[in-house]
């Protein structure tokens, strides 16, 4: 299968290492994966603070980018979530009934990594190699959007080496919740500290999770309380082999 990556704007600013680890690993399972570099951001932070009409050219540049693509893959819950859950509302909020048709015809190809692995493609076990004790924090775009259920869990169980321990209230938000950590940060840092705590219990090396946006909240929490700890992107550990 040719595979577009959407990197989304967040990665490829401040976490490309995640881009190129989903490279390798789609291409490990032999698949092709192209780069279209016009691709812009998705429109998520325009339109979760309000600015909806700002958010229509960005809708409108992605299904021009992507309007061909056969699969088009992000690793990001976050942004693959507002593709799928609000590209509709802002298409019709456009008043534009060739861009709504546009975004029916798109948006079933936009898949989260960890969804398009097991749920397309069947793959369960993408042979990985990741000897460290790892947790798994599901964030909410994943589970409350996305609905990826058990895929990522079903991905880091076929790691071989990996040794995975379950998060305790693993289904409590995190904090971030983009600009809700900066308005609200009392808020935010209060639900934070739940989170690393349940972390440090389990006695992990790494957190992994499919947002690099929650990864990035948690890991400066981590950091900052010199836990040893390691936020590391789900993509990352599943690109992982014996010989790196």
Same mark, same amino acid.
């Given at each position: 299968? &040719?595979?577009?990556?959407?990197?989304?704007?967040?990665?490829? /600013?401040?976490?490309?290492?995640?881009?190129?680890?989903?490279?390798?690993?789609?291409?490990?399972?032999?698949? !092709?994966?192209?780069?279209?570099?016009?691709?812009?951001?998705?429109?998520?932070? %325009?339109?979760?603070?309000?600015?909806?009409?700002?958010?229509?050219?960005?809708?409108?540049?992605?299904?021009?980018? $992507?309007?061909?693509?056969?699969?088009i893959?992000?690793?990001?819950a976050?942004?693959?979530?507002?593709?799928k859950?609000f590209? %509709?509302?802002?298409?019709?909020?456009?008043?534009?009934?060739?861009? !709504?048709?546009?975004?029916?015809?798109?948006? =079933?190809?936009?898949?989260?990594?960890?969804?398009?692995?097991?749920?397309?493609l069947?793959?369960?076990?993408?042979?990985?190699?990741?000897?460290? &004790?790892?947790?798994?924090? =599901?964030?909410?775009?994943?589970?409350?959007?996305?609905?990826?259920?058990?895929?990522?869990?079903?991905l880091?169980?076929?790691? &071989?080496?990996?040794?995975l321990?379950?998060? =305790?209230?693993?289904?409590?938000?995190?904090? $971030?919740?983009?600009?809700?950590?900066?308005?609200?940060?009392?808020?935010?840092?209060?639900?934070?500290?739940?989170?690393?705590? %349940?972390?440090?219990? /389990?006695?992990?090396?790494?957190?992994?999770?499919?947002?690099?946006?929650?990864?990035?909240?948690?890991?400066?929490?981590?950091?900052?309380? &010199?836990?040893?700890?390691?936020?590391? %992107?789900?993509?990352?550990?599943?690109?992982? !082999?014996?010989?790196?």
């Open positions: 299968m &040719r595979i577009s990556l959407f990197i989304t704007c967040f990665n490829d /600013t401040l976490f490309p290492e995640t881009g190129k680890a989903m490279v390798q690993l789609l291409e490990r399972l032999g698949h !092709t994966v192209d780069f279209p570099l016009e691709q812009t951001c998705c429109g998520q932070m %325009h339109y979760n603070t309000g600015y909806q009409e700002e958010a229509i050219p960005l809708v409108r540049r992605f299904v021009e980018v $992507f309007g061909e693509s056969e699969a893959v992000a690793p990001s976050s942004c693959v979530g507002m593709v859950e590209y %509709h509302k802002v298409a019709d909020r456009s008043g534009d009934p060739e861009l !709504t048709e546009r975004v029916e015809s798109v948006v =079933p190809r936009v898949f989260e990594l960890s969804q398009f692995l097991v749920e397309e069947g793959v369960e076990d993408v042979g990985a190699y990741y000897p460290h &004790r790892v947790t798994y924090h =599901p964030t909410c775009h994943s589970l409350r959007v996305l609905h990826v259920g058990e895929a990522p869990l079903i880091l169980r076929n790691v &071989r080496g990996i040794d321990v379950e998060l =305790p209230a693993a289904q409590e938000c995190c904090g $971030f919740g983009g600009t809700f950590a900066v308005k609200n940060a009392d808020t935010s840092m209060a639900m934070l500290g739940d989170k690393i705590r %349940h972390i440090k219990d /389990t006695g992990a090396e790494a957190c992994a999770a499919a947002d690099n946006s929650c990864l990035m909240h948690i890991g400066g929490a981590l950091n900052r309380q &010199r836990s040893g700890v390691d936020p590391v %992107h789900l993509a990352e550990i599943l690109a992982s !082999t014996e010989e790196d």
